[in-house]
């Protein structure tokens, strides 16, 4: 039977949706692998194919037409991997925002998100706020529209609000479109939806404010556990995340309350992150519940340093590292993997303190010690030996500190970095 030419939109938002997943999902899980780059490509042309060859058809689907094919991008989501499945939904359901714009975001870097989230979904409340944030980057300006129009322009209370992002925004204005047009078939699309896992933002007014990184590793929307920590308390979370309903979004917050959680003593930490892990892999074997995940630990960064190193002491026996918290350029955490060890580990030890630093070798010829980038280069470029470093910290290094010595290591190509306190 020849299809009708009303069928065509979903005919093709069903394959090339199915086509984004297997691409978003070899992204998110080896996006640094040649197979990943080959399924892009091959995902793109046939993308592309795709359009050419159904261009024929120009009429606008119908509201159920498009609650079916979201119906399906909710069920192609739900078999993705966690950081993948947004940009699946939003591939196959185009709906809310833009939809040109909202089915190329699966291709998109995180770092491109903000500014193609703001031209598609009409984030301002009014010109004038438009206007006095116009000459800012994509991520400040959402900031700004989250400060001057409110948490409630963008469906979030005031406790809510340190989850605002890119991905909360799309996923709020779809909920509206299912909440409009829900006798279409809006619960069809709410039973097919996952949970969409939330970034965080880089700044919480009251919380914290995380340092800036230039080499950091991009955000992991997936990540189950967060290690709060301030000068006097200790939280640790689950972050919260959202589901699509026939009435809207529906935002879920962690189990242990209100964001960022009950304040714990040292003590309790290592059972609420096996607790957390626990909460995202119900089916962990018990050698897995041995070792913890890396959790992503929130610290403001003029927070000394070791306050943080004090307090991951107590996990450092049951977890590989941590990941330490700084701003990425799209707003939301951006993170640097850190091992938790104590001195005498090998490789190279660099003792820090305010300013200046001292070695646990003999400094090579024509080092001063006032370009530790470079010593670090340098350590890094001998490949017959163990080019581990650890920062062992003094009282007077911040979490800001911290995060420019990283950065430093992450330049010089060094990829595993203890972390410790100076004897």
Request: glycine share 6%; net charge negative; charged share 20%.
């Amino acid at each position: 039977m020849t299809p009708h030419c009303h069928d065509a939109p979903e005919r093709r938002r069903t394959t090339a949706t199915a086509t984004a997943t297997a691409t978003a999902t070899a992204t998110a899980t080896a996006a640094t692998t040649a197979t990943a780059t080959a399924t892009t490509a091959t995902a793109t042309a046939t993308l592309l194919l795709l359009v050419a060859t159904l261009t024929g058809c120009n009429r606008a689907p119908s509201a159920a037409q498009r609650m079916n094919a979201c119906a399906r991008a909710a069920r192609a989501a739900a078999a993705a991997a966690p950081g993948a499945r947004l940009g699946v939904l939003a591939h196959g359901c185009p709906v809310g925002c833009q939809a040109r714009t909202l089915t190329t975001l699966w291709r998109a870097t995180v770092d491109e998100w903000p500014g193609l989230v703001e031209a598609a979904c009409d984030v301002h409340c009014s010109p004038e706020e438009r206007r006095f944030s116009a000459d800012e980057p994509p991520a400040e300006r959402l900031t700004h529209a989250l400060e001057q129009c409110g948490p409630a322009h963008f469906g979030l209370t005031l406790e809510q609000s340190p989850a605002f992002s890119s991905e909360w925004i799309i996923l709020e204005r779809m909920g509206r479109w299912l909440a409009a047009h829900s006798s279409a078939g809006a619960a069809a699309v709410a039973t097919a939806s996952p949970s969409f896992p939330l970034a965080l933002r880089a700044f919480a007014p009251g919380l914290y404010r995380v340092p800036t990184s230039e080499r950091h590793q991009p955000p992991d929307t997936s990540t189950s556990a967060y290690v709060f920590v301030d000068a006097e308390r200790v939280r640790a979370s689950a972050g919260p995340s959202a589901r699509l309903t026939a009435t809207g979004t529906q935002f879920v917050p962690s189990p242990w309350g209100v964001f960022p959680g009950a304040v714990l003593y040292p003590a309790e930490l290592p059972d609420r992150l096996l607790s957390i892990a626990m909460l995202a892999e119900p089916t962990r074997s018990d050698l897995e519940k041995a070792q913890l995940p890396a959790p992503l630990v929130v610290a403001d960064g003029d927070l000394a340093a070791l306050r943080v190193v004090s307090i991951l002491a107590a996990i450092a026996t049951r977890s590989p590292g941590i990941r330490l918290a700084v701003a990425g350029p799209d707003g939301v955490l951006a993170q640097h993997p850190v091992l938790l060890r104590p001195p005498g580990r090998g490789g190279l030890e660099v003792i820090v303190d305010e300013g200046s630093y001292s070695l646990s070798i003999p400094r090579p010829a024509g080092d001063n010690g006032a370009d530790l980038g470079a010593l670090l280069r340098w350590w890094a470029s001998h490949e017959d030996r163990n080019t581990d470093v650890s920062f062992l910290l003094r009282d007077d290094v911040t979490t800001s500190d911290l995060a420019e010595l990283l950065d430093l290591a992450a330049r010089a190509g060094l990829t595993r970095v203890g972390l410790g306190a100076a004897p």
